[in-house]
């Protein structure tokens, strides 16, 4: 079933529309929450609970294209339930990935107004654009999907050592690029 088929399903509210979702994009929302979360039943939970989600923003909201959209609140709710169950505790996994971004991205806290997050969101989208093609795929893979550098470099036939190095550079042309627009990191 394509896209346009499942939204309007969606906005005839038919609960088909959840079982075609999971159907088409299951495996795709599965592999960015266990990616996160590393527990395959809280993915299967958090995949189950983004489908809900889905539900309650499909009307109003129309989504263009939907995979990003089921991509974004999967990654969302595994993220607030990552930090929900790793609050008192130190956990290597995700915490190393969000502190991989963490010296090149300015504090949440400093960017206040929306109007500021949204120049953000379009810079950090030019410089995605203005990588190659593998550049983009990697960084994207690493720090949207939370894809593990061994799994990274497995794809591209390199070193962890190597692509870590790889990441390291990106995350450096990240931080230049931010800086030079006046964005302090």
Partial sequence: MDDAA???LYWDRDETAIAETD??????????????????EDAEECVSDSYHSAWNAMPPRRPDS???FLG???????????????????????ESLLSGLEECLPDPRGVEEAVECRALTRRIEGWLEGLDRDDRAVFLRRYWYGEEVQALANTWGVSPNQMAKR?????KSLKRDLEQEGITV
């Fill in 72 to 94: 974004r609140i999967v990654r969302n709710m595994s993220i607030s339930r990552w930090r929900r169950e790793h609050a008192q505790k130190r956990y290597d996994g995700m």
């Fill in 167 to 171: 990441l390291q550079r990106l995350r």
């Fill in 23 to 40: 159907k088409k994009y299951g495996p795709y929302c599965r592999s960015i929450a266990q990616n996160i979360l590393s527990v395959r």
């Fill in 6 to 8: 499942i939204v309007a």
């Fill in 66 to 68: 939907l995979p990003p």
